[in-house]
């Protein structure tokens, strides 16, 4: 089984800070942190382009690679603690800034083929 990964692509209204806001958020989630504390979790930023190569809000993501063979609980562990995370992070950010944070979609792959 190859590294499992968990997408958390941000959509509608999202900018380049709501990104590095909502990667630093899973962060310092602590099971998040422990894992990659101990180099079996890479957290990695995104942003899509558009045909004419401008950053577009609806490409950027944040990708979590759960590296080596992972046990299906701890995978599904990480999926839960991430959107759970997010939740977290939307609620935060309605408390701090004015209108709505964007609308994420949390999705998994596997890496299986």
Do not use: C
Not at 41 to 46: K, S, Y
């Amino acid at each position: 089984m190859a590294n499992r990964t968990v997408r958390v692509r941000l959509t509608h209204g999202a900018s380049e800070s709501d990104i590095g806001a909502l990667k630093a958020w899973l962060e310092r989630e602590q099971k998040l942190e422990e894992l990659r504390s101990r180099g079996r979790l890479a957290i990695e930023e995104r942003a899509g382009t558009e045909e004419s190569g401008h950053a577009m809000g609806a490409g950027l993501e944040i990708v979590l690679v759960l590296i080596g063979v992972v046990a299906s609980k701890l995978f599904d562990e990480v999926y839960e603690q991430v959107k759970s995370g997010v939740r977290a992070w939307q609620e935060n950010r309605r408390a701090v800034e004015r209108g709505e944070p964007p609308e994420v979609e949390v999705t998994l792959d596997g890496g299986e083929r």
